[in-house]
């Protein structure tokens, strides 16, 4: 019986794609695939980052407590892992928010190539978006499906119920993505939506999961997840 996974270690992954370390190593380490690691009963602070109107970027926290689950690694973590065989990181990434870090006394933990896992959305989004699957994986569904008016959206397994703004942001990242330009604006989606915050966190604030099917550079840029 195989049982219902929510992420795989790294060897499952090269047996499932036939694919080298190497390659692996390559697509994490240039953003392509991010990789995870499982932690327990660690003080963390989550917060989305926000601009001035100069540009610069100053971090918001709204939740600090002890975690419990999968952080995502910065690419830049990853390709210090490989080279050295370990990385001391405090910073990290996380569906739930633009960011999340360390808080309190702890200022880093050892990350080792044991640690590392994929995410099944993670996973599911690489195959899915580049068609790429491998010999164990057979074929997979579309990663994107959208009502008429994008009111009732799946995305990578997920099943969304949208408002009548949050369905016209949807609509114009996805006519976006189709014409080969995924990653948007935020303030002008939403103001060319007719919203009238310019955050996305408060206009998908009633979705707990709605970074599952948007996700943000942390550069104030947007895109769906997967596309």
Excluded at 13 to 41: C, G, H, K, P
Excluded at 81 to 91: A, D, I, P
């Amino acid at each position: 019986m195989e049982i219902e996974k929510s992420y795989f270690t790294v060897p499952e992954i090269l047996e499932r794609w036939s694919m080298s370390e190497a390659d692996l190593v390559y697509l994490a380490e240039n953003d392509q695939l991010t990789l995870s690691i499982r932690v327990f009963n660690l003080p963390l602070e989550f917060g989305d980052y926000e601009e001035t109107q100069e540009g610069e970027r100053f971090p918001v926290p709204w939740e600090q407590g002890r975690f419990n689950g999968l952080l995502d690694l910065n690419a830049h973590d990853v390709f210090q892992l490989f080279r050295h065989g370990e990385v001391l990181s405090g910073h990290f990434r996380s569906p739930r928010a633009d960011y999340a870090c360390l808080t309190g006394t702890r200022e880093h933990i050892t990350i080792r190539k044991r640690d590392l896992l994929v995410r099944r959305e993670e996973r599911d989004r690489f195959e899915a978006e580049t068609g790429f699957a491998g010999a164990a994986a057979g074929p997979r569904p579309g990663a994107f499906h959208a009502s008429a008016d994008y009111q009732d959206i799946r995305c990578n397994g997920q099943h969304f119920r949208l408002g009548a703004i949050q369905a016209q942001v949807v609509r114009a990242l996805h006519e976006a993505a189709t014409r080969g330009e995924p990653w948007q604006s935020g303030k002008a989606i939403l103001a060319a939506a007719g919203s009238r915050s310019l955050k996305m966190s408060d206009v998908f604030k009633s979705k707990r999961n709605w970074r599952l099917l948007i996700e943000s550079n942390g550069r104030g840029a947007y895109r769906l997840s997967g596309l």
